[in-house]
């Protein structure tokens, strides 16, 4: 038998979530970047409703061609009575190596892609199940911050259930005039209004509760500057420079449309310019984020620097963009490594991560075998 050269890259992209198409993007971008003589590459696309795609025609939409025609045709050749339908394509690559996810939002950052990682028993680039959760929850990371004595602005947390029980004025008096609403599990902005009155706040909470029934209201920075770092690294991470994002003032902030489809008014600094305290502190911040939240692989963390220059802990991407205007591989790039070098060293933490866990014992004493007991020794 040959033997193996390349490493096998399952790269899965898309998803159902409002960031499908950032990534379609994103996976275009990895997968130009990667070295082919190193790297056999399988492609996945996971359509907008939860289908896993087979490598030829997640080729077929890289290539250009309409998603939902290539996807409904691609359905009919699958049983739909077999629950393991939406992910029966996976079967395809037998030999994959490592999975390699850059699937946004629902589905991927919140550790539902990781768990069937999990269950594969198959390596992945990333954090974990429970870190991916966390992180994706916007209250939940807030909860891990404030644990851990890591700077975070004020907020409330809306349900269905409580809603009516926060009203504009509750809020006001809690949060100040002006406020930020959240969907609490989402990303690229989505559903996130600022709201400096009754109107604005009832019609930001209406638009909130489309996209989660759990809804943050944050308190507002005064004249914030938007900070970014990026995360590599498992048990020993390390952090890129800073950078910084300028938005136009016409803009109330950095939203889905500026991100994504015009992005001509924004401009970033990488790196940005601040003073060595305050980038120490943002610095050590980050990697505090890093490790409470149990993090591994990557992740890009936003702050809000006040005018006073307090920085806030704001998000905590863990499959952060690759488009081309992404900051997460243009501050390594600042740092000192460029985008082939930033996917290898992500995709051997990935293989390195698997490693280390393989290495817990996950042994049982069977309950008809009382001889077990005395023989029973954790894994070394």
Not at 33 to 42: G, I, L, P
């Amino acid at each position: 038998m040959e033997k193996k050269t390349k490493i096998h890259v399952g790269l899965l992209f898309g998803g159902n979530s409002s960031e499908h198409d950032v990534s379609k993007r994103s996976a275009h971008n990895i997968y130009d970047a990667m070295d082919k003589s190193r790297y056999e590459v399988s492609l996945f696309l996971l359509t907008r409703d939860g289908f896993v795609l087979s490598d030829a025609a997640s080729r077929r939409v890289f290539d250009g061609e309409d998603e939902a025609t290539v996807a409904a045709a691609e359905q009919t050749k699958v049983d739909a009575s077999n629950p393991l339908a939406p992910i029966w394509n996976l079967s395809q690559a037998k030999d994959i190596d490592v999975f390699f996810p850059i699937i946004h939002g629902n589905l991927g950052e919140d550790g539902t892609i990781q768990g069937l990682f999990r269950l594969l028993k198959k390596p992945y680039v990333g954090s974990g199940v429970l870190a991916s959760a966390v992180a994706f929850d916007k209250d939940m990371t807030k909860q891990v911050l404030t644990a851990h004595g890591i700077r975070n602005t004020k907020y409330l947390v809306l349900t269905p259930e409580n809603r009516d029980a926060f009203d504009y004025d509750t809020v006001q008096a809690k949060l100040g005039t002006n406020v930020f609403i959240k969907p609490a599990n989402q990303g690229s902005s989505v559903g996130i209004h600022k709201a400096g009155n009754a109107a604005e706040y009832n019609d930001g909470i209406e638009d909130a509760f489309r996209y989660d029934y759990k809804v943050l209201v944050e308190q507002t920075i005064d004249g914030p500057e938007e900070v970014e770092i990026s995360i590599l690294g498992n048990e020993e991470p390390v952090a890129s420079k800073l950078g910084a994002i300028r938005v136009p003032d016409s803009d109330v902030f950095y939203d889905y449309n500026n991100k994504f489809v015009d992005a001509s008014g924004v401009t970033f600094e990488v790196p940005v310019d601040l003073p060595a305290d305050l980038t120490k502190e943002i610095t050590q911040m980050g990697l505090q984020t890093y490790a409470a939240l149990g993090l591994k692989g990557m992740a890009r963390i936003d702050y809000l620097v006040s005018k006073d220059g307090v920085p806030y802990v704001g998000e905590v991407n863990t499959l952060p963009g690759f488009t081309n205007i992404s900051l997460y591989p243009q501050l390594w790039q600042a740092t000192g490594i460029n985008y082939a070098d930033l996917i290898d060293r992500l995709i051997q933490l990935g293989l390195d991560e698997f490693k280390y866990q393989d290495e817990l014992a996950y042994d049982f004493i069977p309950l008809d075998d009382h001889s077990a007991a005395s023989t029973y020794k954790p894994k070394q």
